[in-house]
């Protein structure tokens, strides 16, 4: 019997919307990130809600939970951005599974998202030498 392929609505059983973040409860892989076919959960969730993920940059949690898919918490950026955000939040490992932050890091977390526009009118953000984000020319 062929497999049948992945549509959101099996995505959206697997997610559970809290307050804050929305918590993925599928497959896991070993670093604790979750797994939706053969794509990251949170990199699913990026493309479902914005657009194709440009070649060479990640999809970042601001929160910091690698289970979280909420659209609001994810930004796109390279590694090494990614990396300077964590080590000025103090936060150099993700969350156990399926924790949630503390008001401090919710704060920090605002702030370091000052400056970043995932999505600007159809185009994609492009991240400059000071890792804010400027408009950019579309990407095809």
């Given at each position: 019997?062929?497999?049948?392929?992945?549509?959101?609505?099996?995505f959206w059983k697997k997610v559970e919307i809290t307050t804050y973040c929305w918590i993925w409860k599928g497959a896991q892989d070993r670093s604790g990130y979750g797994i939706f076919?053969?794509?990251?959960?949170?990199?699913?969730?990026?493309?479902?809600?914005?657009?194709?993920?440009?070649?060479?940059?990640?999809?970042?949690?601001?929160?910091?939970?690698?289970?979280?898919?909420?659209?609001?918490?994810?930004?796109?950026?390279?590694?090494?951005?990614?990396?300077?955000?964590?080590?000025?939040?103090?936060?150099?490992?993700?969350?156990?599974?399926?924790?949630?932050?503390?008001?401090?890091?919710?704060?920090?977390?605002?702030?370091?998202?000052?400056?970043?526009?995932?999505?600007?009118?159809?185009?994609?953000?492009?991240?400059?030498?000071?890792?804010?984000?400027?408009?950019?020319?579309?990407?095809?």
């Open positions: 019997m062929p497999r049948r392929l992945l549509v959101s609505e099996d076919g053969t794509t990251l959960s949170h990199r699913y969730s990026w493309k479902l809600h914005f657009c194709p993920i440009p070649k060479g940059l990640c999809v970042c949690h601001a929160c910091d939970n690698p289970l979280c898919v909420n659209p609001s918490h994810l930004w796109l950026g390279t590694n090494t951005a990614n990396h300077i955000d964590k080590d000025r939040k103090g936060r150099h490992r993700g969350l156990p599974k399926g924790s949630h932050i503390s008001e401090e890091q919710k704060r920090k977390q605002s702030e370091s998202m000052k400056g970043r526009v995932p999505w600007n009118k159809g185009r994609f953000t492009k991240l400059t030498d000071s890792f804010k984000s400027r408009p950019a020319e579309p990407v095809d």
